[in-house]
C-alpha cells in the first residue's frame, strides 16, 4: 500500500524558515518525479515546486528564490526548504507523485499546514 506523508509543518514568523518532508512507503509504479502543492482558506490548489528523479526543479514564480525542493533517494524522502516566509504562504502543502507512464495511479500525502504570521 503506498503511502505518502508529509511532516513539517508549523508555525513561524514572516522571514522564517520551515522544512517540509514527505515520506513515500510502498511501490509506486514508473515515478518520476514528486511535486509539492498548496492550498490556502478559500483558494484552489496551486502547484509550488517539483523535482525530477535527475534531481532538476521547477518552481512556482511566487516561491522562486525562496522554496527549492531536494530529494534523499535511500530515504525515499523529498523536501521542501522555505525561507523568507511570507503570511501569503500560509497553507496546507501536499506533495504529489508523478509518472512517465500515462495509466499510472497518481497519489497525494494527506498535507501538513504551514502558518506564517506577520
Known amino acids: 500500500q503506498v503511502q505518502l506523508v508529509e511532516s513539517g509543518g508549523g508555525s513561524v514568523q514572516a522571514g522564517g524558515s520551515l522544512r517540509l518532508s514527505c515520506v513515500a512507503s510502498?511501490?509506486?509504479?514508473?515515478?518520476?518525479?514528486m511535486s509539492w502543492y498548496r492550498q490556502a482558506p478559500g483558494k484552489e490548489r496551486e502547484f509550488v515546486s517539483i523535482?525530477?528523479?535527475?534531481?532538476?526543479?521547477n518552481d512556482a514564480d511566487s516561491v522562486k528564490g525562496r522554496f527549492t525542493s531536494s530529494q534523499d533517494n535511500a530515504k525515499n524522502t523529498v523536501y521542501l526548504q522555505m525561507n523568507s516566509l511570507k503570511p501569503e504562504d500560509t497553507a496546507i502543502y501536499y506533495c504529489?507523485?508523478?509518472?512517465?507512464?500515462?495509466?499510472?495511479?497518481?497519489?497525494w500525502g494527506q498535507g501538513t499546514q504551514v502558518t506564517v504570521s506577520s
Open positions: 504529489k507523485t508523478h509518472h512517465w507512464c500515462s495509466d499510472a495511479q497518481v497519489y
Open positions: 510502498g511501490y509506486i509504479r514508473c515515478r518520476n518525479g
Open positions: 523535482i525530477w528523479s535527475d534531481g532538476t526543479t
